[in-house]
C-alpha cells in the first residue's frame, strides 16, 4: 500500500508519508527514531509505508516528540481514510452495478413508491439500497444471504438468487415493523384450522387468517412477486416471531392455499427456508404431503376416488362435503393427472384471488 492515495482529482497523504520526513530531517536511522518514538523499528516502518493506520497512542507520542498537536496527527489519518473510503464505496458501486441487471426498478417504483428515475442507474440503485437497507446491492448475490435455499440440486442462476433473496428481504424488513407476540406453536395450530374453514371466503380470506395466525406470533405477508424470482414462498424467524411469505404468483384457490399450507408445513416441522421452483428432498416432500392431507383429507379422497366419476358436479359435491373451495380440488385431480389442465368444462371452478399485496 502507498503512503499517499489520489482519488478524483484529490490526493490524500498517509501519516507515515509525513513522519518519513521527520526521520530523513532527524538524520536518524528508523531503528533510532523508533526507539525514541517509544515505538518497534517494525511499527515504525509499516507506519512509513502506509500500511498500518496511526494509532491515538502513536499519535499522542508523535505530538510530544515533535511540538505538534494530537488533533494534526489524527486528522491526517482521517482525511486519508475518508479518501480510502471514498475510493472503495465507487469501487463497490461498480460491482452493484453488475447485481443491479438483475433488478426491475420500476417493480420498486410501482409497488413501494420510490421515485421516477429514468435512466439515472446510480440513483436508482441508491434508492433500492436505502429502502432494502443493506449496505451494498451485492449481498443479494449471496446464495444464503436472507435464508437458507431448500433446493437440493444447486443449480439456480445467480438472477433467480438475487430477486429471491430481495423478496424474502423486503418480507423481513416489513414483519420487523410488525408487533406480535411470541411464536406459539399451539395456538399456531389452531390459527391453521382456523384458516381450513376460510377457503371459500374469496374475498375476506386473508385480513382473518393473517390476523389469526398474528396472534400465534406468525407475521403472514403476500407480497407482490418478482419475475423470474421463480420463489413459491418463504418463512424465516424473526426475533420470537416467523415470518411467512407467499407471493402473488400463483393466486389461483388450488396453488395459492398449496403455497401457504406449503409453508405451512415448514414451519410446523421447524424447518425454515426459500420454497424456490421444482425443489426436491425429504423436507420438500414432507411439507406437500402436510399441504396435500391438510387441504384434502386423505382417506375421503380416497374414497372419492374409487367412485371414478369426476365431473363438475361431482367435483362441487365432494367440496362441499369437504368444506373446500372446488378450486382445490380440482387442483389436486389435475395435480395427479386424473383431469387435464386444459378441461375448458372445469373452467367456472377455477378461482383467481385478488390479494392488495402492495405494502
Given amino acids: 500500500m502507498s503512503n499517499y492515495i489520489e482519488h478524483n482529482d484529490t490526493i490524500a497523504f498517509h501519516p507515515g508519508y509525513y513522519i518519513k520526513e521527520i526521520v530523513e530531517e532527524?538524520?536518524?536511522?528508523?531503528?533510532?527514531?523508533?526507539?525514541?518514538l517509544d515505538t518497534t523499528p517494525k511499527?515504525?516502518?509499516?507506519?512509513?509505508?502506509?500500511?498500518?493506520?496511526?494509532?491515538?497512542?502513536?499519535?499522542?507520542?508523535l505530538s510530544r516528540m515533535t511540538g505538534t498537536s494530537i488533533t494534526y496527527w489524527l486528522n491526517l489519518q482521517n482525511m486519508y481514510d475518508v479518501l480510502i473510503a471514498e475510493f472503495k464505496s465507487e469501487e463497490e458501486l461498480a460491482k452493484e452495478r453488475v447485481t443491479f441487471e438483475y433488478f426491475d426498478y420500476k417493480y420498486f417504483r410501482d409497488n413501494y413508491g420510490l421515485p421516477n428515475l429514468p435512466r439515472n442507474k446510480d440513483e436508482q440503485i441508491r434508492q433500492v439500497r436505502n429502502f432494502l437497507n443493506v449496505a451494498t446491492l451485492s449481498v443479494f448475490a449471496k446464495r444464503d444471504m436472507a435464508v437458507s435455499f431448500r433446493n437440493t440440486t444447486g443449480k439456480i442462476a445467480t438472477g433467480n438468487i438475487i430477486k429471491a433473496n430481495v423478496m424474502v428481504q423486503i418480507a423481513t424488513n416489513t414483519a420487523l415493523t410488525i408487533q406480535a407476540p411470541k411464536f406459539h406453536k399451539k395456538k399456531f395450530e389452531d390459527a391453521v384450522t382456523y384458516a381450513l374453514t376460510l377457503t371459500e371466503n374469496h374475498k375476506e380470506f386473508y385480513p382473518l387468517i393473517r390476523d389469526a395466525f398474528l396472534e400465534a406470533g406468525v407475521i403472514f405477508i403476500i407480497l407482490p412477486n418478482i419475475p423470474g424470482s421463480k420463489t413459491n414462498g418463504a418463512t424465516k424467524k424473526v426475533g420470537h416471531n416467523?415470518?411467512?411469505?407467499?407471493?402473488d404468483r400463483r393466486l389461483n384457490a388450488d396453488s395459492f392455499w398449496f403455497t401457504l399450507f406449503h409453508e405451512i408445513g415448514h414451519i410446523i416441522n421447524g424447518d425454515y427456508g426459500i420454497s424456490f421452483e421444482k425443489e426436491t428432498g425429504e423436507q420438500e416432500e414432507a411439507a406437500d404431503k402436510y399441504a396435500a392431507d391438510s387441504l384434502i383429507p386423505p382417506e375421503k379422497y380416497q374414497a372419492f376416488l374409487k367412485k371414478e366419476v369426476f365431473d363438475l358436479q361431482t367435483i362441487t359435491a365432494f367440496a362441499n362435503q369437504i368444506e373446500r373451495d372446488p378450486g382445490i380440488v380440482l387442483g389436486r385431480l389435475q395435480n395427479d393427472g386424473i383431469i387435464g389442465f386444459d378441461d375448458w368444462t372445469m373452467k367456472s371452478l377455477r378461482h383467481k384471488y385478488k390479494v392488495k399485496t402492495t405494502l
Avoid: P
Fill in 43 to 61: 511499527n515504525l516502518s509499516l507506519l512509513i509505508r502506509g500500511e498500518q493506520s496511526l494509532s491515538i497512542d502513536i499519535a499522542m507520542k
Fill in 242 to 247: 416467523i415470518m411467512l411469505m407467499v407471493n
Fill in 26 to 36: 532527524s538524520r536518524l536511522t528508523q531503528e533510532d527514531f523508533a526507539k525514541r
